[in-house]
């Protein structure tokens, strides 16, 4: 395979058995029960949900690509993590090629790690120079800020294009796996995920870690997209405060003792990785004056609102033809999973009703998670049960699960509802 040429030091390297003959001989497969594949020393970053999500801490000689906007908090994450390596005795550094050493300074005086401001740092663009620090200083754990900021004047072409990014990402990780360095490289993504450059990196390095959020909201989750050391299913919340990004190890609290219970609110028993969630999903319904209705989402998927106002509108009795409808994942979560269907249904139901889901205004928020299909069914999801025991766990007693059948019947409770205040003209009904 490519692959295995293509790496000649790597830490997953081994596999090449002692059999192995000269170019152009046959060797001799062994059956992989008979591998020896040494358990690889982890460096701890001392974030725990950093390490977490990289699969129990940085692995030595490993290339570590950390994605994201601009401003949400990359650099901040890395030099923490940095500043933790340097403090448990690491040899670290710090490659900037966006900021000047002045201003990484200012950054690491913010920062409540203490040790931030030990971190050997060179503020630098050109690859060649970089590659002779590396080659001198032979760090155990350095961090390229960033990828597409460095430029290779053996290349004609601009810092960040595609050509340029490669020779980057590939020297680097030449020099890497000669000296055994773990490489945290960190690529700018635009929100769409546009920006050429760290896409084409992502077959080259280890992991691809993803840094998500919203730059204005204080919550950010970070995700493995591509993990060669451990699972692609973990992800990380943090919180962005004034002396550095903390970790958010009581999510579920707080969104539930944030979420609003008004009309077009509920809250998602939603799964972030293995660990499962609790985050309120808010909607709007509000007449258009516009000939094409808005369709504004934030936190999950636009096309699976389309269809859940679709099935919403065929199967469900709730048709918003007309209005504007605004989702919402509060906190500035993004749920990217079916699960997240119900809830977006709910709420949009609920908004268009003008009618709350919680039996009582000081009762707990109504909790839910199912996908729906296209004929109105409610289809299981993985971890029903986890899902159900977090919620009951932060005392949500109502829990609408897939197991109600169908979404004309998880609707129910509205229209039971409905019927009670449209007695006193207090509901709006859409159709
Ligand atoms: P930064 O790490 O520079 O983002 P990136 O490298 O991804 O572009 O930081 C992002 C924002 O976070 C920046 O606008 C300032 C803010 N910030 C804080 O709120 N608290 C802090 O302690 C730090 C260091 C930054
Ligand atoms: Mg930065």
Redesign the pocket.
Known sequence: MEEAVARPAGPARGARGAAGGGAGQAVRPVALGDVRAEAVARLSTGIGELDRVLGGGVVPGSLVLIG????????????MALAHLAASGRRTLYVSA??SAAQIKL?AE???SAHALQIPTIAETDLATVLATLEREKPDVCVI??VQTLHSTALSGAPGSVGQVREVAGEIMRVAKTHAIAVLL?G?VTKEGALAGPRVLEHLVDCVLQ?EGE?ERTYRTLRALKNRFGSTSEAGVFE??????AEVLDASARFVGEATRAPGSVVLAAMEGSRPLLVEVQALVSQSDLEIPRRVVSGIDRNRLALVLAVLARHGGVGVGTSDVFVNVVGGVRVDEPGADLAVALAVASAARGVPLADAPDAPPLACFGELGLTGELRTVAHADRRVAEARKFGLREIVTPEVGTLRAALRPLRAEHARSSDSGRAVAIR
Do not use: A, C, N, W
Request: glycine share 14%.
């Open positions: 994201g906007s601009p401003g949400i908090g990359k650099s901040t994450l890395t030099t966006e900021e950054r913010r920062l409540s800020d960033s960190v700018h840094f730059r962005m405060r004034d002396d550095g990004l």
